[in-house]
């Protein structure tokens, strides 16, 4: 494996026994690529009428663990496997059997993709996409989103600050107006994709405005001293503004109709949304 190649620290294995000894036999076998620890999707998964998975995600202390795993895996293109001993269900006494399982690593660079130059991005032209699945390329979701709304410009996945990994939203940005206004006047947009067993499965993905932080407020006057803050966002596709709470309140009035029934976005945890 080319160690210029960047890898998430996070590793999904699938194909999984489900028995009460698949984490220790995890842990023995894999600590020999470095110091790692095992989480589960549901960490309640060996509980009374819990729903158990067959996977999990290593946790690997150092990257080039990672790379040392894959160059002990079998490859075939980007679909990785390895054979792992695991006691049978119940019993630490009967030997181990071999079971080949399922390592996919997650490439940093599919984080991000555009479809130009990589160049400054319009937030006011950007959308937040929702319930993504965790797997899925930013390169593939920009396709996807594309196919119904041409004029994608760039896709970001959204992931974690520890290991970079996909958190299941994302943001996608387009090059007009038009697109964006589409996209949101949509919300959601349904997509087919290949689940860790390649199965194709429907998932439905919401889209929203995408709101950023320190935006001048877009009602005040420019000739104000200090202009105020547009710290709530109206997140309707008549609107579309940030507005400092006074301004908000002017431009949607309880008593008028069309305005009074919009409920503003914020990530001021100090203010008090309007119900």
Request: proline share 8%.
């Amino acid at each position: 494996m080319n160690e210029t190649v960047r890898f998430s620290r996070k590793v999904f294995v699938g194909g999984l026994p489900i028995s009460v000894s698949t984490e220790i036999d995890l842990l023995i076998f894999f600590s020999r690529f470095g110091c790692v620890s095992v989480t589960w999707p549901d960490k309640r998964h060996f509980g009374p009428g819990s729903k158990i998975k067959g996977y999990a995600f290593l946790l690997f202390k150092e990257e080039i663990s990672v790379h040392v795993l894959l160059n002990n895996c079998l490859r075939n293109q980007e679909i990785f496997h390895i054979e792992v001993p695991f006691h049978p269900e119940g019993s630490s006494l009967i030997p181990f059997k071999l079971r080949r399982i399922q390592v996919r690593p997650w490439y940093l660079v599919n984080r991000w993709f555009f479809f130009d130059q990589p160049s400054e991005l319009l937030h006011r032209q950007t959308i937040f996409v929702g319930g993504v699945p965790r797997h899925l390329k930013a390169s593939e979701l920009a396709f996807m989103i594309n196919a119904s709304f041409p004029g994608v410009r760039y896709v970001g996945l959204d992931v974690d600050k520890e290991y970079c990994f996909p958190k299941g939203a994302a943001r996608a940005t387009f090059f007009t107006r038009e697109s964006y206004l589409s996209a949101l006047r949509a919300r959601f947009l349904s997509i087919l994709y290949l689940d860790h067993r390649g199965m194709e499965k429907k998932k439905i993905l919401e889209m929203k405005p995408y709101v950023v932080d320190d935006v001048p407020c877009d009602e005040c006057p420019p000739s104000q001293p200090r202009p105020r803050l547009g710290n709530l966002f109206c997140p309707h596709t008549d609107c579309l503004r940030y507005l400092c709470e006074q301004c908000f309140r002017r431009a949607h009035p309880s008593s008028e109709k069309q305005f009074g029934s919009h409920r503003p976005l914020t990530k001021d945890p100090k203010i008090l949304l309007y119900t």
